[in-house]
């Protein structure tokens, strides 16, 4: 097997091990909100043992949250990046170097980083119409109105939030299958910085 060859099978794997990462951060924020959840009905309720008690496991899992995200970063931190393989030059990028361009009918949407051009393409779509598709993204929705605690990928839309954690190439993918759905005309491009 050739050094390429390695570089590109490392990569495949250091993608499952990011995506067990981001599994297991979204569960945890899941929970987290759950959690305080509860503690809001308690306070309704006139409950503030309970609130309390509720409160005191939101922050020790937030705490958990944040040393798996330290964990994760060092995880990250260890590999180098990964080359494309060389039979296939054509290959999308991957990770935080890509940006999007969306044509929308007549419209061109392109910011800065694509989770701007994701949520706001979204927001063009009509988040309302997107937020009935259900979608979820690392296991949080992709529309929210409420932000997730320690979650922050996630960008303002008038009152929602939009779940914006992920590569480009999945950003993509997401809206192509909104579009789809929707019945909406839209093509999407993946640019590499």
């Not at 979204?26 to 987290?32: E, K, L, P």
């Not at 005191?56 to 060092?74: C, F, N, S």
């Not at 992920?166 to 909406?184: D, F, H, M, Y």
Request: hydrophobic fraction near 40%; include cysteine; aromatic fraction near 6%.
């Amino acid at each position: 097997m050739t050094e390429h060859a390695d570089t590109h099978a490392n990569a495949t794997m250091d993608q499952a091990v990011a995506d067990c990462f981001d599994a297991l951060l979204a569960a945890i924020h899941a929970s987290a909100d759950e959690w305080r959840t509860r503690a809001q009905a308690a306070l309704a309720g006139r409950d503030d043992a309970r609130a309390q008690e509720c409160l005191a496991a939101t922050q020790r899992i937030t705490q958990v949250a944040r040393e798996v995200e330290m964990l994760y970063d060092k995880w990250r931190s260890m590999w180098p990046a990964p080359l494309p393989p060389p039979d296939r030059p054509d290959t999308q990028p991957k990770g935080h170097g890509a940006k999007l361009r969306v044509y929308l009918g007549n419209v061109v949407i392109a910011y800065p980083s694509a989770a701007e051009t994701f949520a706001r393409t979204i927001e063009a779509i009509g988040v309302d119409r997107v937020a009935r598709l259900g979608k979820a993204l690392s296991g949080i929705p992709l529309i929210a109105t409420s932000k997730a605690i320690n979650y922050h990928n996630q960008f303002p839309i008038g009152g929602y939030f939009v779940c914006t954690h992920s590569n480009s190439p999945t950003k993509k993918r997401l809206l192509e299958e909104i579009a789809a759905g929707l019945g909406v005309a839209l093509r999407v491009e993946v640019i590499s910085q």
